[in-house]
């Protein structure tokens, strides 16, 4: 491992540590801007931390990508931020989550690893009509991850689950068109028939979804007088990743101007319409190449 990357293990980790340690920044990487919903809420949780936000928007969509590929660039992702000191991920896309999640975990034994899962859990728990619809990629809805993480709840609660594939709904968020006719038809497309199938309760499983929650709100409404819930797991990965950081004395709690830095393989420029558009947030941005090497680099 490199020299730049002094870590122990995490389960080793000294139950005190100096301040520079604390400083050292958070990696949080995506495939385009669905992480931005997530990265919303870590800030808002963690105001004081340094974040380092990765879009690999010159790979995207990661959802319709063969498997080894996400996971090929999950790691090269993943080597580029630990140059960068980080003392913790957060895998900020369903998809990759899916994939790569456990293979990052075992590979990175010393680093703190935070997923996004979709919420099957808290929408079972909700659910009164005992039927959740769940909104994804076909790569998260085909993973194994998910199929057991399915079995296993509607075991526990006999909710019954309806996977749903939005091809095309997160390039809608990536291209800045979240809110057209466009998108509004992939939405109703969607939606509507897990409402008609008596969904009370429907899981944003992408973390690009959020970004088009108004439009799934609307197609709602449409649908049915019955109320349905939606669930956004980006506030429970920030309070997970707030545990983790507590827990191993790693939180950084007095920074007055924490800074933000972000990273492209895509072009610079929408990414920085992306993050003034949904959040209102000005990082620096520096671009880096996008080929599936493991070998990922600033450009010159």
């Known amino acids: 491992m490199s020299a730049l990357n002094p870590f122990v293990a995490a389960s080793h980790l000294p139950t005190t540590l100096n301040d520079a340690a604390c400083d050292r920044p958070i990696g949080i990487f995506d495939s385009g801007l669905g992480g931005l919903s997530v990265l919303q809420h870590i800030r808002n949780n963690l105001p004081s931390e340094h974040l380092l936000y990765v879009a690999d928007s010159g790979f995207a969509p990661y959802g319709d990508k063969p498997e080894d590929a996400v996971l090929g660039r999950c790691v090269a992702i993943t080597d580029f931020l630990l140059e960068r000191d980080i003392k913790a991920l957060v895998v900020a896309c369903n998809t990759a989550t899916a994939v790569a999640i456990n293979a990052l975990r075992e590979r990175y034994p010393q680093l703190l690893v935070v997923g996004v899962e979709p919420g099957l859990k808290p929408a079972a728990t909700l659910s009164q009509s005992r039927i959740v619809g769940v909104l994804a990629t076909e790569r998260t809805l085909s993973s194994a991850r998910f199929a057991r993480l399915q079995t296993q709840i509607s075991l526990d609660t006999d909710v019954r689950f309806l996977p749903q594939i939005c091809r095309g709904l997160a390039d809608q968020v990536e291209k800045g068109e979240s809110r ?11 939606v509507t028939p897990l409402i008609e199938q008596g969904a009370d309760t429907l899981v944003l499983g992408c973390t690009h979804y959020p970004f088009v929650r108004a439009q799934i709100e609307a197609v709602v409404q449409r649908a049915t007088v019955r109320p349905v819930t939606l669930i956004d797991t980006g506030a429970a990965v920030a309070r997970q990743l ?4 507590t827990q191993h004395n790693l939180q950084c709690v007095y920074q007055e101007h924490p800074e933000l830095d972000a990273f492209t393989s895509g072009d610079s420029t929408a990414l920085g319409i992306g993050f003034r558009r949904l959040l209102g947030l000005f990082p620096r941005i520096t671009p880096i190449t996008a080929g599936p090497s493991q070998m990922i680099q600033p450009k010159s």
């Open 180 to 190: 057209n006719a466009e998108t509004a038809l992939l939405v109703q497309r969607y």
């Open 242 to 245: 707030m545990r983790l950081l």
